[in-house]
């Protein structure tokens, strides 16, 4: 009866709630669900889109490669280097491998142009002119006008591949003989870069164009006070770019100085001895076929400069000259040798005769011996006194 009783109870409450659900109020919900135009709830609420959500590739700032890691084996691999700090001593800079640097190059302590004054005779260098164009008269009465002969400033340089800034070196200055080009002559046909390269020597090379491709040996600038340190001076920045460090200029600028002279090339050699403001840096002079006059400059120079070397190779056509020299280099008590193949010591004053035969076109690669300029610096760079001291001219031995 129990259970009947309950069951009585139940039937009005369903009924109630039947007509609830077809009232006209929940009518209106769908109603305000579905939309008048029968629109669904997604398409009054769309859900939201991955674009939408996020930037764009274009609005996005660019993101740093990150670190993966492998959690299995611990392995942390990297999609960038980083240079991270060290305790490690620097390591000092090392120049890469490189070769042989030759370059023409233009300055204005060259020997030419010249505006100023022939000091052998106190007369202007220039002493003839045609309208607007100026030249000067040789000895033999031949006119060379400055446009064709005396107008070109450029230095043949040359730094070997293996020479080094940290050793002791020093400067060849070539000076050429009459009838000469650098390219055509010094470079190609005398081999000059070539031979200190092959002479092993710690050596540079500067070869400044004196007269061009004319039988002329006027000094130009070499003939003023000061004309020779000027002229090192100047090209000690040149002479660092082409080694490759521009730092290197002041060692360049204040480094040991070899001359050599060939044939008319005796005329600047002489005067920068006398008169090139170097002071005791010459550490070597080197005269091929060269002793045509200024022999009291030659002279001069050895008495005075006994820590550097003197080398004059001569054929018949010299030979009066060199044997005058010689006397002259004795009398004020300096020994003197014709022995090119001893030891090149400091003080050392050498008279080197070459056999009849040998040529004077021929003599810078063919004198006593082939290739004599390799000769000299080979047996100069076994004698470190040469080239180790400083260049104030104190004697101070360099410390590198």
């Known amino acids: ?8 109870l139940l039937i009005p409450l369903s009924l109630t709630l039947a007509q609830c659900g077809n009232s006209p109020s929940a009518g209106t919900l769908a109603a305000n669900i579905q939309g008048s135009s029968g ?23 660019q993101q740093r490669p990150a670190n993966t890691a492998d959690a299995q084996n611990r392995r942390i691999v990297q999609t960038k280097s980083y240079r991270v700090a060290s305790l490690a001593p620097v390591i000092p800079y090392q120049r890469p491998q490189r070769e042989d640097q030759t370059a023409l190059i233009g300055l204005k ?22 309208g607007e164009r100026r030249g000067h008269r040789s000895y033999s009465g031949r006119v060379f006008w400055q446009d064709e002969t ?73 003939w003023q006070p000061g004309g020779l340190k000027r002229f090192i001076n100047e090209s000690a920045d040149h002479l660092a770019k082409l080694y490759g460090d521009p730092a290197a200029a002041k060692t360049f600028a204040n480094m040991p100085i070899v001359i050599v002279g060939y044939s008319g090339g005796f005329l600047p050699t002489a005067y920068s001895l006398d008169v090139g403001g170097v002071g005791n840096r010459i550490r070597g002079v080197v005269l091929l076929d060269a002793v045509y006059g200024e022999l009291d400059k030659f002279a001069s120079w050895v008495a005075n400069n006994r820590s550097g070397f003197f080398v004059s190779a001569y054929t018949r056509y010299t030979q009066p000259h ?38 004077h076109r021929d003599y810078v690669t063919h004198a006593w011996s082939d290739e004599p300029i390799r000769k000299v610096l080979a047996k100069m760079s076994l004698t470190p006194a040469l080239t180790r001291y400083a260049a104030s001219g104190s004697g101070t031995p360099i410390s590198r």
């Open 150 to 222: 005396f107008n070109d400033n450029r230095v043949l340089m040359h730094v070997p591949e293996h020479f080094d800034i940290n050793k002791p070196g020093v400067i060849v200055v070539f000076f050429h003989g009459n009838g000469a080009t650098l390219e055509r002559d010094v470079r190609d046909r005398q081999r000059v870069p070539q031979q200190i390269s092959e002479s092993g020597a710690n050596a540079v090379l500067l070869a400044p164009q004196l007269a061009v491709d004319a039988a002329d040996s006027s000094a130009g600038k070499f």
């Open 1 to 8: 009866m129990r259970w009947l009783v309950r069951l009585l």
């Open 322 to 359: 060199d044997r005058e020299l010689m006397q002259m280099i004795r009398d004020k008590g300096i020994a003197v040798s014709d022995d090119i193949d001893g030891p090149l010591r400091p003080g050392s004053v050498i008279f080197v005769k070459t056999p009849d035969g040998v040529r």
């Open 109 to 130: 302590s060259s020997a030419f142009p010249y505006d100023g004054n022939n000091p052998r005779t106190d007369a202007p260098f220039l002493n003839v002119s045609n």
């Open 39 to 61: 629109d669904t709830f997604d398409d009054r609420f769309p859900k939201p889109q991955f674009n939408d959500r996020f930037p764009t590739a274009a609005e996005s700032l």
